[in-house]
């Protein structure tokens, strides 16, 4: 007799998966709330809030990003049951 399929495992919500998603969703929402930048000071080194704010946020998109990589590469291992 032919066996049984395996079930599919589908999408499941895991806390890791809920980090990975606030990660890749916080710089979205800090440059969609405009008001809470839309100012000039405090000034940084000469360079008016609304400006070094967004910069900043190039740099933790960078380190969010990667950090939900990490995290997401982590979680794939744990489902594949550590065979990588």
């Known amino acids: 007799m032919s066996q049984a399929p395996e079930a599919s495992r589908g999408p499941v919500v895991t806390p890791m998966r809920v980090v990975i998603a606030l990660c890749l969703l916080a710089p979205f929402v ?3 709330w405009v008001g809470s930048y839309a100012k000039t000071d405090p ?13 900043a ?3 933790i998109s960078t380190a969010l990003t990667m950090t939900a990589y990490k995290l997401w590469q982590r979680d794939q291992r744990a489902r594949q049951g550590g065979t990588r």
């Open 30 to 32: 800090a440059m969609l």
């Open 57 to 59: 946020w190039v740099i």
């Open 43 to 55: 000034a940084f080194i000469g360079i008016p809030f609304f400006y070094w704010y967004q910069m």
